[in-house]
């Protein structure tokens, strides 16, 4: 399966990658679904809902933000986010859809990432956009206010809330346009998101899953699934596909 990927990867003329919580495990962030899910813990209608934001920020800021700030203050990128950067390098992957709002693919050095469900690095002022950097933001105010009195929100995108328009319109492009899907770490339950492979193989891509356990993708629209964590998995695909880039290339003495 490993020498499969590599070699599909290598061959890729635009290749697309979505990922999900799952990419981010193995730098310490819990996913949401699932064993040790952060959904497990708290009720994500009580506390990622726009609606429940919007009655009481204090509550959601004190819980739900203060659980994800803690955690991604710290992380830093995997050997799944090295390797989506290096198959930039490398010309394979062009674009990283994400649902994650950690900021990892950038931090590992990829550059054109769309980011679905927004960031979590910024928190924006309700009355005047202000950006604050999270890592910035004083957690003894509850919750923390903007110089105008304004109350500050994650730049990430809540459960009743829009996706981005641009965001969409983008991920929707670049899924019509790939010709290989690489998908990894992502449950592919939460919709807008998890149509991305669909249309990515309505168009004639392959779509490659990298996940420990199977999804809804895996028999309806996978091509294959790898299975395993992915910075196990990404670091053993790029090892292959760079042994196969120094085997293709021509001796000179
Ligand atoms: N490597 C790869 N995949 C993993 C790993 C790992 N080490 N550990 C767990 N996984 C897989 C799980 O098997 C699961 O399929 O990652 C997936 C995580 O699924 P979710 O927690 O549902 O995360 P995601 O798909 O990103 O969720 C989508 O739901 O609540 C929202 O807004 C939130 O963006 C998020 C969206």
Same mark, same amino acid.
């Given at each position: 399966?490993?020498?499969?990927?590599?070699? #599909?990867?290598?061959?890729?003329?635009?290749?697309?990658?979505?990922?999900?919580?799952?990419?981010?495990?193995?730098?310490?962030?819990?996913?949401?679904?699932?064993?040790? !899910?952060?959904?497990?813990?708290? #009720? =994500?209608?009580?506390?990622?809902?726009? #609606?429940?934001?919007?009655?009481?920020?204090?509550?959601?800021?004190?819980?739900?933000?203060?659980?994800?700030?803690?955690?991604?203050?710290?992380?830093?990128?995997?050997?799944? @986010?090295?390797?989506?950067?290096?198959?930039?390098?490398?010309?394979?992957?062009?674009?990283?859809?994400?649902?994650?709002? #950690? !900021?990892? @693919?950038?931090?590992?050095?990829?550059?054109?990432?769309?980011?679905?469900?927004?960031?979590?690095?910024?928190?924006?002022?309700?009355?005047?956009?202000?950006?604050?950097?999270?890592?910035?933001?004083?957690?003894?105010?509850? =919750?923390?206010?903007?110089?105008?009195?304004?109350?500050?929100? =994650?730049?990430?995108?809540?459960?009743?809330?829009?996706?981005?328009?641009? @965001?969409?319109?983008?991920?929707?492009?670049?899924?019509?346009?790939?010709?290989?899907?690489?998908?990894?770490?992502?449950?592919?339950?939460?919709?807008?998101?998890?149509?991305?492979?669909?249309?990515?193989?309505?168009?004639?891509?392959?779509?490659?899953?990298?996940?420990?356990? =199977?999804?809804?993708?895996?028999?309806?629209?996978?091509?294959?699934?790898?299975?395993?964590?992915?910075?196990?998995?990404?670091?053993?695909?790029?090892?292959?596909?760079?042994?196969?880039?120094?085997?293709?290339?021509?001796?000179?003495?």
């Amino acid at each position: 399966m490993i020498k499969r990927a590599a070699a #599909d990867l290598a061959a890729a003329r635009f290749g697309v990658a979505l990922t999900g919580a799952g990419i981010s495990v193995e730098s310490g962030i819990p996913p949401f679904r699932g064993k040790g !899910g952060l959904w497990e813990k708290i #009720d =994500p209608m009580e506390f990622a809902h726009i #609606d429940n934001f919007m009655r009481n920020p204090a509550k959601v800021w004190r819980v739900l933000v203060g659980e994800m700030k803690g955690v991604i203050d710290t992380a830093e990128p995997n050997d799944a @986010h090295k390797g989506l950067s290096t198959m930039e390098r490398l010309g394979l992957i062009r674009t990283i859809i994400t649902q994650n709002v #950690d !900021g990892l @693919h950038q931090a590992a050095g990829s550059t054109d990432v769309i980011e679905f469900h927004g960031n979590f690095a910024w928190q924006r002022c309700m009355d005047c956009d202000h950006m604050l950097e999270t890592r910035k933001v004083d957690m003894r105010q509850m =919750p923390p206010r903007c110089h105008c009195g304004g109350i500050y929100r =994650p730049d990430c995108v809540f459960f009743g809330e829009m996706i981005p328009p641009q @965001h969409l319109a983008r991920s929707r492009q670049v899924a019509t346009q790939c010709d290989v899907m690489l998908v990894v770490g992502t449950s592919a339950v939460v919709q807008p998101a998890a149509f991305m492979p669909v249309i990515a193989k309505e168009n004639g891509a392959k779509v490659i899953e990298i996940n420990p356990e =199977p999804t809804p993708l895996t028999s309806a629209v996978s091509d294959y699934l790898v299975q395993g964590k992915a910075g196990e998995v990404m670091s053993r695909i790029v090892a292959e596909i760079q042994a196969q880039h120094v085997s293709a290339k021509p001796f000179s003495p």
